[in-house]
Every structure is written in structure tokens, then in C-alpha cells.
């Protein structure tokens, strides 16, 4: 079998690795999207058409190209073009309102932007202050012309300067733009792809957002092992479109992968690899997963190092083995990371690019975590989590883990209320499957064996109503929503 076209690419890349994986594999299949199905070659000319497009209209090595839009093929297209003209590609989530986009843009310098839906015209209006040109390729006509030409040529490229920027909150909330390079992506993609195999005979679901690490980690492995991206059908439920199209791995979090094997294990039946986020799954659901042949794996991950950091099988307790090209530390119970998968830095108002490392070039996660015996990373929280509790330390993702076991709860959140005596004591905010918070008698009685009494909460609600779901629980906004509905009760 021939030999996954990334392990040739070594530090001496020219081309971009989607059109080395042309080279190599031509006929592999690249994208599938219900009908369409496109391959190597055709995409890599595609790419080569649209990124010649794209600087017809003016863009230069170093500028932004803003994407507003859900997962689609034209934004995959758009990626590997901005890769093989020196474009920043800047996907923004869609969810955002229109008001915090402009604030984004402007924060950022990021003036060009395609964006499909023309209901959002204020974007790039001319009556606002901050001018925005947005840009309409006709990718039906690039296609046909590229298909047409296909003598395009390949761009060299250096991969170590800035290919994308994603936007991640951090500790502040405040959104902040975090700078990688190909490089970046290059050496998680390997990593990644030593503990996850993947070969162009497979085919990855694009489950995750590109404006997400997650998504665009999707993207980047399968074009270094030359296996195909296939692209979400939003006019089907998963378990239909896992049954119709030949997915091989699949990115969930544990409650998707929960619902799927309750309701539709059949489903499965076909996928090889699990790539699973949002907290640890129950043995008994890995020993069936194991029973039907798939290889389930747990990660820890973060933006600024380029996706995964370590990942191990999923019926291991913990987070997963550290990684090739990364490393990492434990100072003070925080967990710090390098590497070379570690991103260039955050965006700044003046172009600059700020990594927050200390002088060894350490960049601190905010994590707080252990490793066991085995190797095996142990994730025990976010440090701006933490509250103390009469002196005692409380970390809520504990509590909140211990509380997720039962099996009438989908998800709980764990923060400190004001108290006179105490300075904070533990509150819980659950959602359940009957949408009925449990009797306090019963939770206390279920959590008596499992942490210490002083970390057991003292109140229980019921979980807001909102949208406070995006690949992560926004606990802040959840938090906030409670606090707010109190005090108007307390009124």
C-alpha cells in the first residue's frame, strides 16, 4: 500500500500539501458533498483558479480575508487558496450578530470578507465608518475554468509565516485572534496522524466548525494523508448521513456519541475512529464501541497549539499520552505547553503578534491538570474557575464530573455563590432529561461517595432557557443568566 503522501514532506515544503497530495494521488478522493464528489486534481486546480481570482481583485501576501459562514466547500476552497497566496484566512463564526463581526473586523484590520448571505449587508455597508470590500467569486465558473485550463501554476509557499487567524476567548472573554502557520498545522496534523491513522481510502465527516481549531485540524490531516473531507448534510440527521456516506472518523463530543449509540447504533456500524471531546465516556459505552470494531480515542487540545495535544484510547482514564512535536509541563498544578505546533501569537491593533510565553518559550494554558503513573494526562479544570470555599479549594469541573454520572443528568455547571460565613459556597446548574431538577435529598445521598462533603453544592437550578451551546458550553453566560433570573425574584 503506498505510503500516506504527508510522511514525504519533511521541513523542506514548496508547495502547500494539498496540491503535493495532488501530485501524489491525483484520483484520491479530496471532497464529498451529498452528490458531488471531487478529487485531488480537481480540487487542486479549483484552488489554483480561485487563488489566481483572488489576486486579480487585489489581495497580497499578509492581508485578511474575513469568511462569514457556516461549513461549506466553497470555505475549503477559500483555505487552501489563501495558503498558496499568503492570505490570512479569517473564518468568523456566523452566530455572531452583525455588530460584534464589525467590532471584530475593525479590532483586526480585516477589510475583505465573503460572506453568502446578503442579509447581512451591513457587514459591508458603505455607511459604516470601517470600510469592508466583499468579494463574490463565482466558484461554479472558476470550477468549470479550471477543469477547462489545467495548466495553472503551483505557487511556492513558506510555510512558517501566517496562514489563519481563529478567534478564541480565553480567560477574558474578549474575543482574541490567534495567528498560526502551515508549519503549525503541519506538525499537529503529523502528531495527530501517528496516533490516529488515516489514508486515502477514508474519509473524515467535517462535524466541527471551520472557524473552529477542531474543523480546520479536519482539514489539514486529510490533506496530509490524502483521505477525504466529507461535508455535513444539514437535510439529514447524523445517524442517516453516517448510514448513506462512506465516513470512516468522526469528531464528537461525548453526548452526541451518547444519544447516537442509544438511539441509533446502527449507525456505527461503519466508522473506524472516534475522535471525541467534551468529557470522558462510561466503560460500558466503550466496550461496545470495542465490540463493534471502532477505535475510540479522548484528546486535550486547545487553540493555540493547533488542536490536539495528547490523546490515548478512550477506555484509558484521563486525557491522553502527550503527542509528537509538543511538549508540556505542570508548574504549580497549570499545565504549560511548547512546541512545534504552538501558534506564532494573538493579533494585535498594530499587526503585531504578542505569544504571552515566558523566557524559555513556556505558554501557559490556564489549565490546571496532573499526569498519573502511566503518562496518562489527567484535565482537573480551568484555573479561573477555581473558588475557595471556607479556605478549601473548590475546582467545579470536578464536582460537575461527579454529577454527570448520574444518568438522569446531561449537564451541570458548578459555581461559588456569596455567603457571610463561608466567602463562597458551591451552587449547581443541571440539565436533566426530563427538564426537572432531582430531588436535593437524592443528589446528596448520590454524591455522598463520590467528593468530599465541603465540595457538594448547596443549591440546585434548573438549567436556563437560551442557546448557550456552541462546541462548548458558554458557562459564563449560562452562570450569568441564573444570577440575573435570582436577583429578579429576590426583587
Given at each position: 500500500?503506498?505510503?500516506?503522501?504527508?510522511?514525504?514532506?519533511?521541513?523542506n515544503?514548496s508547495?502547500s500539501?494539498?496540491?503535493?497530495t495532488?501530485?501524489?494521488?491525483?484520483?484520491?478522493?479530496a471532497?464529498?458533498?451529498?452528490?458531488?464528489?471531487?478529487?485531488?486534481?480537481?480540487?487542486?486546480?479549483q484552488?489554483?483558479?480561485?487563488?489566481?481570482?483572488?489576486?486579480?481583485?487585489g489581495l497580497k501576501?499578509?492581508?485578511?480575508?474575513?469568511?462569514?459562514?457556516?461549513?461549506?466547500?466553497?470555505?475549503?476552497l477559500l483555505?487552501?487558496a489563501?495558503?498558496?497566496?499568503?492570505?490570512?484566512f479569517?473564518?468568523?463564526?456566523?452566530?455572531?450578530?452583525?455588530?460584534?463581526?464589525?467590532?471584530?473586523?475593525?479590532?483586526?484590520?480585516?477589510?475583505?470578507?465573503?460572506?453568502?448571505?446578503?442579509?447581512?449587508?451591513?457587514?459591508?455597508s458603505?455607511?459604516?465608518?470601517?470600510?469592508?470590500q466583499?468579494?463574490s467569486p463565482?466558484f461554479?465558473?472558476?470550477?468549470?475554468?479550471?477543469?477547462a485550463?489545467q495548466?495553472?501554476?503551483?505557487?511556492?509557499?513558506?510555510?512558517?509565516?501566517?496562514?489563519?487567524?481563529?478567534?478564541?476567548?480565553?480567560?477574558?472573554?474578549?474575543?482574541?485572534g490567534?495567528?498560526?502557520?502551515?508549519?503549525?498545522?503541519?506538525?499537529?496534523?503529523?502528531?495527530?496522524?501517528?496516533?490516529?491513522?488515516?489514508?486515502?481510502n477514508?474519509?473524515?465527516?467535517?462535524?466541527?466548525?471551520?472557524?473552529h481549531i477542531?474543523?480546520?485540524?479536519?482539514?489539514?490531516?486529510?490533506?496530509?494523508?490524502g483521505?477525504?473531507?466529507i461535508?455535513v448534510?444539514?437535510?439529514?440527521?447524523l445517524?442517516?448521513?453516517?448510514?448513506?456516506?462512506?465516513?470512516?472518523?468522526l469528531s464528537?463530543v461525548a453526548?452526541?456519541?451518547q444519544?447516537?449509540?442509544?438511539?441509533s447504533?446502527a449507525?456505527?456500524?461503519n466508522?473506524r475512529?472516534?475522535?471525541?471531546?467534551?468529557?470522558a465516556?462510561?466503560r460500558e459505552?466503550?466496550?461496545?464501541l470495542?465490540?463493534?470494531g471502532?477505535?475510540?480515542?479522548t484528546?486535550?487540545g486547545?487553540?493555540e497549539?493547533?488542536?490536539?495535544i495528547?490523546?490515548?484510547?478512550?477506555?484509558?482514564?484521563g486525557?491522553?499520552?502527550?503527542?509528537?512535536?509538543?511538549?508540556l509541563c505542570?508548574?504549580?498544578?497549570?499545565?504549560?505547553?511548547?512546541?512545534?505546533?504552538l501558534f506564532?501569537?494573538y493579533l494585535?491593533?498594530?499587526?503585531?503578534?504578542?505569544?504571552?510565553?515566558?523566557?524559555d518559550?513556556?505558554?501557559?494554558?490556564?489549565?490546571?491538570?496532573?499526569?498519573?503513573?502511566?503518562?496518562?494526562?489527567?484535565i482537573?479544570?480551568?484555573?479561573?474557575?477555581?473558588?475557595?470555599?471556607?479556605?478549601?479549594?473548590?475546582?467545579?469541573?470536578?464536582?460537575?464530573?461527579?454529577?454527570?454520572l448520574?444518568?438522569?443528568?446531561?449537564?451541570?455547571?458548578?459555581?461559588?455563590?456569596?455567603?457571610?460565613?463561608?466567602?463562597?459556597?458551591?451552587?449547581?446548574?443541571?440539565?436533566?432529561?426530563?427538564?426537572?431538577?432531582?430531588p436535593?435529598?437524592?443528589?446528596?445521598?448520590?454524591?455522598?461517595?463520590?467528593?468530599?462533603?465541603?465540595?457538594?453544592?448547596?443549591?440546585?437550578y434548573?438549567?436556563?432557557n437560551?442557546d448557550?451551546?456552541?462546541?462548548?458550553?458558554q458557562?459564563?453566560?449560562?452562570?450569568?443568566?441564573?444570577?440575573?433570573?435570582?436577583?429578579?425574584?429576590?426583587?
Open positions: 500500500m503506498r505510503s500516506p503522501p504527508y510522511l514525504a514532506l519533511g521541513n515544503l508547495v500539501p494539498l496540491h503535493h495532488a501530485a501524489a494521488a491525483p484520483n484520491a478522493i471532497l464529498r458533498s451529498g452528490t458531488q464528489v471531487t478529487n485531488y486534481q480537481q480540487l487542486s486546480q484552488v489554483l483558479a480561485l487563488g489566481q481570482w483572488l489576486s486579480d481583485q501576501a499578509g492581508d485578511k480575508l474575513g469568511i462569514v459562514a457556516s461549513n461549506c466547500v466553497e470555505m475549503v483555505y487552501w489563501c495558503v498558496d497566496r499568503g492570505l490570512l479569517c473564518p468568523l463564526s456566523p452566530k455572531f450578530p452583525d455588530l460584534q463581526l464589525q467590532e471584530i473586523m475593525q479590532r483586526l484590520s480585516i477589510n475583505t470578507l465573503w460572506c453568502p448571505d446578503d442579509n447581512r449587508n451591513t457587514l459591508w458603505a455607511d459604516n465608518s470601517f470600510k469592508v466583499r468579494l463565482n461554479t465558473d472558476l470550477a468549470v475554468n479550471s477543469l485550463s495548466n495553472n501554476t503551483i505557487p511556492d509557499i513558506e510555510i512558517d509565516k501566517p496562514v489563519n487567524l481563529l478567534l478564541t476567548s480565553g480567560s477574558s472573554g474578549v474575543p482574541k490567534a495567528v498560526h502557520s502551515l508549519s503549525n498545522h503541519i506538525a499537529n496534523a503529523e502528531g495527530s496522524l501517528q496516533r490516529i491513522a488515516l489514508s486515502e477514508d474519509g473524515w465527516l467535517l462535524s466541527l466548525p471551520l472557524f477542531g474543523g480546520l485540524a479536519i482539514v489539514n490531516r486529510c490533506a496530509l494523508s483521505a477525504a473531507i461535508m448534510d444539514d437535510t439529514l440527521p445517524s442517516d448521513q453516517l448510514q448513506r456516506d462512506p465516513i470512516s472518523h464528537l453526548t452526541q456519541l444519544r447516537l449509540s442509544a438511539d447504533p449507525s456505527l456500524t466508522v475512529c472516534l475522535l471525541l471531546g467534551g468529557g465516556i462510561g459505552l466503550t466496550d461496545a470495542q465490540q463493534m471502532i477505535r475510540a480515542f484528546s486535550y486547545m487553540t497549539m493547533g488542536s490536539q495528547t490523546t490515548s484510547a478512550a477506555h484509558i482514564p486525557s491522553g499520552e502527550l503527542l509528537p512535536n509538543r511538549e505542570i508548574r504549580d498544578g497549570e499545565i504549560w505547553v511548547k512546541g512545534a505546533t506564532l501569537g494585535q491593533a498594530d499587526g503585531s503578534l504578542v505569544r504571552d510565553t515566558d523566557a518559550g513556556w505558554f501557559c494554558t490556564k489549565d490546571r491538570g496532573y499526569f498519573d503513573d502511566h503518562g496518562q494526562l489527567h482537573q479544570g480551568r484555573s479561573d474557575n477555581m473558588f475557595i470555599c471556607g479556605g478549601e479549594n473548590i475546582q467545579p469541573e470536578e464536582v460537575e464530573a461527579a454529577l454527570k448520574h444518568p438522569q443528568i446531561l449537564d451541570a455547571i458548578v459555581f461559588g455563590e456569596a455567603n457571610d460565613e463561608f466567602g463562597l459556597l458551591p451552587s449547581a446548574i443541571l440539565k436533566t432529561r426530563n427538564g426537572s431538577l432531582l436535593e435529598t437524592e443528589l446528596t445521598e448520590f454524591l455522598a461517595s463520590k467528593i468530599a462533603r465541603f465540595k457538594r453544592p448547596r443549591v440546585y434548573p438549567w436556563p437560551g448557550f451551546q456552541g462546541l462548548k458550553v458557562r459564563k453566560k449560562v452562570i450569568q443568566a441564573i444570577i440575573t433570573q435570582s436577583q429578579s425574584l429576590k426583587k
